[in-house]
């Protein structure tokens, strides 16, 4: 009989699943892992890695279970979807009462919730973990994002508060936080994709309008990118950017004393998308929520991916491309600061809207808390965002916070000078202009939806709200 002498489990031997059990063993935990074909796990027992690590290999499912301590923690980190389904399927029947079984993988919220009955049919408590961060963080320090039964979160923060990276003060908090019941953990990672779309869209805009649009090389966008790295738009993201922008390519090899060819060049223009992006769009018009940027990126995305279209549009029409003119570096800088608030209020809007119909009571406050490291959104005025969000945990957006405002009053010109000048010279910045006109929209006293509604009533008699008279609703027969 096997003997339990596993602290933890997990399940999913690729590159995400191991580094999360090299992770958890490396606090001094013992790990047992498993996966479907053990040939893969025999490669991570051979890891450099792996070398003197405390891991309990298993050949067989019901092994694996046997050598975790009671009650069991496994966290399940194969691919999203059917793989996922297999894998509870099979390891489900070999629970007891009371363990738990995470799925750390990017799951559909809505299979979240598919599983959380399944769990609790079968007395188990399934949870919902978003972890982002890559291979890197997966092994040193993730950003983690649980959801679902929240006494049963508590039994696992030990071990994730120790796996987690770290922020704050002294690097001293750990970014993860109980996101609220059900599949709120799966939703709130899902968000965070949503915004890391944008971020990455709105940066890649600004970067064409330095190079397209400016005319500078990929040289003085490195050195751009590393300056602002150093300021309020430190981050992440920022901090990739500056890193490709001067990679020189490998292949193509320049002539000696030549200018080198830089691989951003020989990339091709077309991005996909696995479906966060998708599902978050969706999950926003569900709940009734504007997230412009997001939806423009994942667009931004579509488009691009229809490459050879695009080549016979360009062709056939001929579209007049000038240089933009009246704009300058520190323009740019300004301005993706106002349009990276802009998504994150978006996305921030959303999570508190979905928490509120869906029945999550996800603790706000603390959710951009456990963005500030380890993740891909990681950025340095996440910290002021957690500020205000625990200062106002009923904020409504972020536009109007006293950390924000002000920095929106500043950095709104320049956005409205980098969309305009941009659109004149006919280079496309749809995640920047979508995060200037949800600004714009957001802060107008008076929109023109008062003439929508007036045709809707006039075509259909759906009727109208008068100023005097809100929340009583009229009918006007306007073609008599």
Not at 21 to 44: D, H, L, M, Q
Not at 81 to 95: C, M, N, R, S, Y
Not at 224 to 234: Q, S
Not at 367 to 395: E, M, N, S, Y
Request: aromatic share 8%; glycine share 10%; hydrophobic share 45%.
């Amino acid at each position: 009989m096997t003997k339990a002498t596993a602290d933890a489990g997990v399940i999913g031997m690729a590159v995400m699943g191991r580094n999360l059990a090299k992770n958890i063993e490396s606090r001094g935990y013992t790990v047992a892992i498993y996966n479907r074909s053990y040939e893969k796990t025999e490669e991570v027992l051979a890891w450099e890695h792996a070398k003197g690590a405390k891991f309990v290999p298993a050949k067989e499912l019901k092994d694996f279970v046997a050598s975790i301590k009671r009650p069991r923690r496994i966290i399940i980190m194969v691919q999203a979807g059917k793989g996922t389904d297999a894998v509870i399927e099979q390891v489900g029947p070999l629970l007891d009462e009371g363990d738990i079984l995470v799925d750390g993988g990017n799951a559909f919220w809505g299979d979240t919730d598919r599983r959380n009955a399944i769990g609790k049919a079968a007395k188990f408590h399934f949870i919902g973990m978003g972890v982002s961060g890559g291979e890197e963080g997966a092994r040193l320090g993730p950003a983690i994002m649980p959801g679902g039964d929240k006494a049963a979160v508590e039994k696992l923060m030990p071990i994730l508060k120790e796996i987690s990276a770290k922020a704050g003060k002294k690097n001293a908090e750990p970014c993860v936080a109980w996101c609220g019941e059900g599949s709120a953990g799966h939703f709130v990672k899902m968000v965070h994709n949503g915004i890391e779309y944008g971020d990455m869209q709105m940066i890649a805009e600004v970067y064409d309008v330095l190079t397209r649009g400016l005319g500078k090389d990929h040289a003085f966008c490195a050195k751009t990118f590393k300056t602002w790295n150093k300021g309020e738009l430190a981050s992440f993201l920022i901090e990739l950017t500056g890193q490709i922008a001067d990679k020189v390519d490998p292949v193509k090899k320049a002539k000696k004393g030549a200018k080198p060819f830089y691989l951003l060049d020989a990339i091709r223009d077309a991005a996909g998308q696995k479906g966060t992006g998708k599902w978050t769009t969706v999950a926003a018009l569900e709940h009734g929520v504007a997230i412009p940027t997001i939806t423009a990126a994942v667009d931004a995305r579509l488009v691009s991916s229809v490459k050879i279209e695009r080549e016979f549009a360009a062709k056939t029409l001929k579209l007049a491309r000038k240089k933009v003119k009246g704009v300058t570096v520190a323009d740019l800088s300004k301005a993706l600061y106002a349009a990276k608030i802009s998504a994150y209020a978006q996305g921030m809007r959303l999570i508190v809207e979905a928490s509120k119909a869906r029945g999550y009571n996800t603790p706000v406050q603390e959710i951009p808390a456990l963005w500030r490291g380890g993740c891909i959104i990681r950025a340095v005025f996440l910290d002021r965002i957690t500020d205000a969000f625990r200062k106002q945990p009923d904020l409504a957006s972020l536009l109007v916070a006293k950390e924000f405002s002000k920095d929106i009053k500043r950095t709104l010109p320049a956005l409205r000078k980098v969309v305009a000048a941009a659109a004149i010279a006919g280079l496309p910045v749809p995640a920047l202009s979508a995060s200037l006109a949800y600004i714009e929209s957001y802060a107008t006293a008076r929109l023109p939806a008062y003439v929508t509604q007036a045709q809707r009533d006039a075509f259909g008699s759906h009727t109208y709200e008068r100023n005097e008279k809100p929340g009583v609703f009229v009918h006007t027969e306007w073609l008599a």
